[in-house]
Each structure stands twice: as C-alpha cells, then as structure tokens.
C-alpha cells in the first residue's frame, strides 16, 4: 500500500482540484482528505456519510458564576486577553482562550474549570471513486494536527481492510503542524507550485521540510505559462537541488469548469490535453518504487 500526499506550500496552487484529478483515474484506492482547516475535497466528491465520529479537541475555560466574585485576578493573569471586565462580570472568550488552564489553577474561589471541546467531526464517506476519510474542524479550534492523524489512522485501516494500493492524501497548505501530519509515514509528497515569487519562497519551505522526512517529492508547477520568467527560476531551482519537476500545467479555464460543474478535469474534458498530462503525471507517481 503506497501513500501519496498532495501538498503546497500556499493556497490556491490547483492541490484539491489535482488530488480529486488523481482520485478519478486511481485505481483500488482510499481517499484521505487532510486539509481539516478548509475541506473542500467533499465539493467534487459529493461524498455520501456513512460514518460520523466527534473528535474532542482542546479545553477552553469557563465560568462557574454562583462562586465567581469578580475578583479579577484571573484577568490580570491571562496572557492571551481572552478574559475581560463587561458589566462587573468576568467573562472568557470561547475563541481567545488557549486552553492553558492557569486562571483555573489561580482561582481562588475555585471557580473555573475547563471544558473540552466537541465541536470537530470526522467521516467515513462512500464517493464515485471509492471510499474517502474527512473531517471538519470546528470554529477557532485548534489541535488541527492531531485531526490530520485520525483522519490518516481511519484511512490506512480502511485500506488495509479493503486491501488498496493506494491512499491519496489531500494535504493542507504551508508547513505546519498539520502539513507535518500529512507527510509523516508517507511514500511519496506530490508538491504543487505556482510561477510567483511568493510560489517559490514556498516551495522552498516545503522543500526543506520533506527533507527532514526522507520522502520523495515530485514537483508540479501549476499554472506555469502565466510568468515564463519564473517558471525557469522554479525549474532552476529544482535542477540545482536534484528535485523532479514532473509536469508544467498551463492555465485553463477548464479547471474552473470543472469545479463549477462538481466534476474532476478528467471527468469533465477527458480528450484534454490537461487530463492527458494530469493522467500522465498519476502513471509515474504511482508506479514509482521507493523500496
């Protein structure tokens, strides 16, 4: 069983719309979708919920009024300013609280304790294209890592039980704790840039993070006719660091199409010469051995 991530290192590369590209033309696979922060795989996909499980996230403090005597203290003490004065009475906003419990432990009336968070769900979803994995992280939640890591642990148990070859990981942006989450353990990282200044600053990143991983990374530059200067800076870079940049997408609208109509590319052009490259470009990474 091979597990192939999708990764950028910002948003708004092309990552989900390749990822759901890659579901569509995968044979025997699961999907994963671990970009908890802003799923949008479910967009494409129009999954059918077979399973819903609540994720308990992190604790956030609250207030036991009968014994609260607005003393204050634990105002003074707060250093993320999630406590306030509103009317001579204390209160502790759900979205500032960190959860670190020292105005609980300050207290002297004993009069805060902490609740954890029940707010996040994850799914076990039928799809076109076999079964997906997904979560929604609640509003202002955190702990968006260790999500990423229920999310990968339900899929590599589905398909183990199904016996799949491949897991397709939509992974989120940047280089974070859940981007962290998404590479760990896995085969291959498929990183999707785009010809800006700013795509390259990123890729960087997340270049230099995979290395601490051992995986293979592949290079997809998305987009790539739209600045030609900086595609050649992209391509040099790669040449310069022994990284393979295995195709250079044009800009098309038919990506746009696609998404409009809740179709991958290959769905809706499938004679394009995108789905060709797309098509291509999945034969590679899947056939590639790292053993």
């Not at 974070?176 to 085969?187: E, L, M, N």
């Not at 993070?209 to 006719?225: C, E, Q």
């Not at 050649?232 to 746009?256: G, M, T």
């Amino acid at each position: 069983m091979k597990q192939i991530t999708i990764i950028s290192g910002k948003g708004g590369t092309g990552k989900t719309s390749l990822t759901s590209a890659f579901a569509s033309i995968a044979k025997n696979s699961i999907i994963a979708d671990c970009d908890v922060d802003a799923a949008d795989m479910f967009i494409i996909l129009k999954p059918e919920i077979i399973k819903e499980e609540k994720y308990l996230g992190g604790k956030i403090a609250v207030i036991d009024y009968d014994n609260c005597t607005n003393c204050g203290i634990c105002k003074e003490y707060c250093r993320f300013e999630a406590i306030e004065n509103k009317n001579d009475k204390i209160v502790i906003s759900d979205f500032a609280c960190d959860g670190c419990e020292l105005c609980m432990r300050i207290c002297p009336e004993n009069a805060i304790s902490m609740k954890q968070s029940d707010d996040n769900r994850w799914f076990v979803s039928n799809t076109r294209f076999g079964k997906m994995v997904h979560a929604r992280l609640g509003i202002a939640e955190d702990l968006s890592g260790k999500l990423v890591a229920v999310v990968r642990e339900e899929a590599k148990k589905i398909a183990k039980e199904q016996n799949n070859d491949h897991i397709i990981i939509d992974g989120p942006p940047g280089i974070g704790c859940p981007v962290i989450a998404s590479i760990t353990g896995i085969d291959i990282a498929v990183i999707v840039t785009e010809p800006t200044q700013s795509g390259l600053h990123d890729l960087i990143r997340v270049v230099n993070l995979i290395d601490n991983f051992k995986v293979k990374p592949f290079i997809i530059i998305n987009k790539s006719d739209i600045n030609n200067n900086m595609t050649k800076q992209i391509e040099s870079y790669c040449n310069d660091n022994d990284l393979e940049v295995i195709a250079n997408i044009p800009f098309d609208r038919i990506f746009i199409d696609a998404m409009v109509n809740r179709q991958t590319v290959i769905e809706f052009a499938p004679e394009s010469d995108i789905s060709k490259t797309i098509s291509s470009v999945w034969s590679k990474i899947s056939s590639y051995n790292n053993y």
